[in-house]
């Protein structure tokens, strides 16, 4: 009933820029802590950034510094901006949020994802 849907991901030139949105819809109550995650062919998936419903950030560290998450709750709305990137940000980038439905349950939401490409 709850989704999470992911959008702007492309393809960018090294040293360039992309703005990655997900919006939650649904029966909900509240949206809680969100996040980006991400996943490139042979690896694991690893934590990029999270942000509380208070507005207090977490970044891993090779991104920190260069990508910015923000949110507007009364979107439900989580965003990422990406400056600066570099080919080895090639990735799947999955949005993820823990949020409570109308009767009050509460959790792990991910969307389908979306595909971030940094080539020449």
């Known amino acids: 009933q709850v989704q999470l849907v992911e959008s702007g991901g492309g393809v960018v030139q090294p040293g360039g820029s992309l703005r990655l949105s997900c919006a939650a819809s649904?029966?909900?109550?509240?949206?809680?802590?969100m996040g980006w995650y991400r996943q490139a062919p042979g690896k694991q998936r690893e934590l990029v950034a999270t942000?509380?419903?208070?507005?207090?950030?977490k970044y891993e560290v090779s991104v920190k510094g260069r990508f910015t998450i923000s949110r507007d709750n009364a979107k439900n709305t989580v965003y990422l901006q990406m400056n600066s990137l570099k080919p080895e940000d090639t990735a799947v980038y999955y949005c993820?949020?823990?949020?409570?439905?109308?009767?009050?349950?509460?959790?792990?939401?991910w969307g389908k994802g979306t595909l971030v490409t940094v080539s020449p």
């Open positions: 993820n949020g823990y949020i409570e439905d109308v009767y009050y349950y509460g959790m792990d939401y």
């Open positions: 942000i509380t419903s208070g507005g207090f950030t």
């Open positions: 649904g029966s909900i109550f509240s949206v809680n802590t």
